[in-house]
């Protein structure tokens, strides 16, 4: 089992900026994948960003690559998301996630992956 929590949400304005930490207990998720989606209300949970065991892949949404940063922290079992330049359609519940299945697999689907935190909201304004 591994327990995620995620902070760091709140409120900005465009063009700010907010880091997201997923941290994680229970069970050390160090040697496998890790990834961040979102969920604004009435859509589908998206992909965000993931990241592998080592930091040596990671892959971005389109519409976040350039903008954020995703990192991770295996000594401290934590997964950081920097957001930077961040824009009103950004605005969503951000859910951290452990993918415990599939060594080697750095994922972007939903289903890939099979912890999942509570979320985190991030609101940006214009």
Do not use: H
């Not at 902070?7 to 941290?23: H, I, P």
């Not at 589908?44 to 930091?55: G, H, K, L, Q, T």
């Amino acid at each position: 089992q591994v327990q995620l929590v995620e902070s760091g949400g709140g409120l900005v304005q465009a063009g700010g900026s907010l880091r997201l930490s997923c941290a994680g207990s229970g069970r050390s998720f160090s040697g496998f994948a890790m990834g961040w989606f979102r969920q604004a209300p009435g859509k589908e949970r998206e992909f965000v960003a993931a990241i592998s065991w080592n930091s040596g892949i990671t892959k971005y949404a389109g519409s976040v690559k350039g903008r954020f940063t995703i990192s991770r922290d295996n000594a401290k079992n934590t997964v950081y998301l920097q957001m930077n330049v961040l824009k009103p359609e950004d605005t969503a519940v951000y859910y951290c996630a452990a993918d415990l299945r599939v060594l080697g697999r750095v994922g972007a689907s939903v289903d890939e992956y099979d912890y999942w935190g509570q979320g985190t909201q991030v609101t940006v304004s214009s």
